[in-house]
């Protein structure tokens, strides 16, 4: 009968040790009875090796030696309109469009006292956006104190050093009509819109919160056309930020910051390096992928120095930066759709990859680990997307 019983306790005993060593420590507080259990660490995820080629073409800038160009001809006073770039001051070294006005109603003349300060400032801020102009992959963790910072002095909150703890991104995307997201979108704590982007009429779908509109400097270049350079689809109070399509949409900045009440803010030109970078990437990702054409021919497909990531790729980022959660609505398409919920376009931008930014959004989804050029140091928040090309996920709750 003992022996019968040997391999029985033995049995128990190894689920005792088991047990104990499952089981760290047992504590009494406060009169009852508490557990506390060894939990294995978290397992952090390895970054993936990156193709070294796909890397080095996309830190290539096609159109950097026009650019540079561009902007020395600017700083010596040289206006004059070529293909893609139209400022407010005509053709000519010395015209100057009078149908743009400063805050005060009064035309501005390229002689005047009034120019020259213009112009000197002008000078100013093109070389230093000039020089900083280059990569540097810590500029994600820059975001609160360059951008939120600004924003929440703005609303009284001065001092300010935290992230939101929810920001919503709200695309452009026809998908959006009849979706019904409006109350959930202005549930988050912080709402960015893109491209002055109107919300009247359509806040069932889209919301009627603003903390944050995000456009290109094409949209301040058209704004700086009306009375008073008025840019402000959702109120005189909304902060906006611009990164620079143009070097010489800095005139239309310089003319228009003087008549905002809200922040008028400028992106680092680092981030926009940055941004430019990941979006190539994907893109010449997905070009090697679907074409099976060697990395050097991806130029000619997706019009060279004109390529450039959308102002919806670039508002993600910064929410990435500022926020504790993301929540991406309005990205994406459909045939049944038209390209913007607000305009009857219906083509895309050829100068823009959609699709590369897509694979981009799912990473961010997925595999934030995966993206790259963005420092170790900075942690991906959890992003959802809600609607995006027929991909989504399990929308945020406010």
């Given at each position: 009968m003992k022996?019968?019983?040997?391999?029985?306790?033995?049995?128990?005993?190894?689920?005792v040790?088991?047990?104990?060593?499952t089981i760290?420590?047992?504590?009494?507080?406060?009169?009852?009875?508490?557990l506390?259990y060894e939990i294995?660490?978290?397992q952090?995820?390895?970054?993936?090796v990156?193709n070294?080629?796909l890397?080095?073409?996309?830190?290539?800038?096609?159109?950097?030696?026009r650019?540079?160009?561009e902007?020395?001809e600017?700083l010596?006073g040289?206006?004059?309109?070529?293909?893609r770039?139209?400022?407010?001051l005509?053709?000519?070294?010395?015209?100057i469009?009078v149908?743009l006005?400063?805050?005060r109603?009064?035309p501005?003349q390229?002689?005047?006292?009034?120019f020259y300060?213009?112009?000197?400032s002008?000078?100013?801020?093109?070389?230093?956006?000039s020089?900083?102009r280059?990569f540097y992959?810590?500029?994600m963790?820059d975001l609160?104190?360059?951008?939120?910072?600004l924003?929440d002095?703005?609303?009284g909150?001065?001092?300010?050093?935290?992230?939101?703890?929810s920001?919503?991104?709200?695309g452009?995307s026809?998908?959006?009509?009849k979706?019904?997201y409006?109350?959930m979108?202005?549930s988050?704590?912080?709402?960015?819109?893109?491209?002055?982007?109107?919300t009247t009429?359509?806040?069932r779908?889209?919301?009627?919160?603003?903390s944050?509109?995000?456009v290109?400097?094409?949209i301040?270049?058209?704004?700086?056309?009306?009375?008073?350079?008025?840019?402000h689809?959702?109120?005189?109070?909304v902060p906006?930020?611009m990164?620079?399509c143009?070097?010489?949409h800095?005139?239309?900045?310089?003319?228009?910051?003087s008549?905002?009440k809200a922040?008028l803010?400028v992106?680092n030109p680092?981030?926009?390096v940055l941004?430019?970078?990941i979006?190539?990437?994907?893109s010449?990702?997905?070009f090697?992928?679907?074409?099976g054409k060697?990395?050097?021919?991806?130029?000619p497909?997706?019009?060279?120095?004109?390529?450039?990531?959308?102002?919806g790729?670039?508002?993600v980022?910064?929410?990435l930066?500022?926020?504790?959660?993301?929540s991406?609505f309005?990205?994406?398409?459909s045939?049944?759709a038209r390209?913007?919920?607000?305009?009857?376009?219906?083509?895309?931008?050829?100068l823009?990859?959609y699709?590369?930014?897509y694979?981009?959004y799912?990473?961010l989804m997925?595999r934030?680990q995966a993206?790259p050029?963005?420092?170790?140091?900075?942690?991906?928040?959890?992003v959802?997307?809600?609607?995006c090309g027929?991909?989504?996920n399990?929308?945020?709750?406010?």
């Amino acid at each position: 009968m003992k022996r019968t019983l040997r391999p029985l306790y033995s049995i128990l005993l190894l689920l005792v040790v088991a047990a104990t060593l499952t089981i760290r420590v047992v504590l009494y507080q406060n009169g009852s009875l508490q557990l506390k259990y060894e939990i294995p660490p978290a397992q952090t995820p390895q970054k993936p090796v990156f193709n070294e080629t796909l890397l080095k073409y996309a830190a290539v800038d096609i159109g950097e030696p026009r650019l540079k160009q561009e902007i020395e001809e600017l700083l010596e006073g040289n206006f004059r309109t070529r293909g893609r770039q139209r400022s407010f001051l005509s053709s000519g070294k010395y015209h100057i469009d009078v149908r743009l006005r400063p805050a005060r109603g009064t035309p501005l003349q390229l002689r005047s006292p009034e120019f020259y300060r213009l112009w000197l400032s002008f000078r100013r801020y093109l070389g230093d956006w000039s020089r900083n102009r280059r990569f540097y992959s810590d500029v994600m963790l820059d975001l609160v104190n360059e951008v939120k910072a600004l924003v929440d002095e703005h609303n009284g909150k001065k001092g300010s050093r935290g992230k939101y703890k929810s920001c919503a991104v709200v695309g452009n995307s026809g998908i959006l009509l009849k979706s019904d997201y409006g109350k959930m979108i202005d549930s988050h704590e912080a709402v960015i819109r893109l491209n002055n982007a109107r919300t009247t009429n359509f806040e069932r779908n889209v919301g009627a919160k603003t903390s944050i509109s995000f456009v290109n400097s094409n949209i301040l270049h058209l704004c700086a056309r009306r009375e008073g350079c008025f840019c402000h689809p959702y109120g005189g109070n909304v902060p906006i930020i611009m990164y620079i399509c143009q070097p010489a949409h800095f005139l239309d900045y310089l003319v228009c910051n003087s008549s905002q009440k809200a922040p008028l803010i400028v992106t680092n030109p680092r981030f926009d390096v940055l941004c430019a970078r990941i979006v190539k990437y994907y893109s010449l990702t997905r070009f090697v992928k679907q074409t099976g054409k060697d990395v050097s021919e991806w130029g000619p497909s997706h019009e060279g120095a004109n390529f450039h990531y959308s102002s919806g790729m670039q508002a993600v980022m910064l929410a990435l930066g500022v926020c504790e959660k993301v929540s991406v609505f309005g990205f994406g398409k459909s045939k049944l759709a038209r390209h913007h919920y607000h305009t009857n376009q219906k083509a895309e931008l050829s100068l823009h990859d959609y699709e590369a930014e897509y694979d981009f959004y799912q990473d961010l989804m997925e595999r934030p680990q995966a993206i790259p050029f963005v420092s170790d140091k900075f942690k991906f928040p959890p992003v959802i997307i809600t609607v995006c090309g027929g991909r989504s996920n399990k929308p945020l709750e406010g």
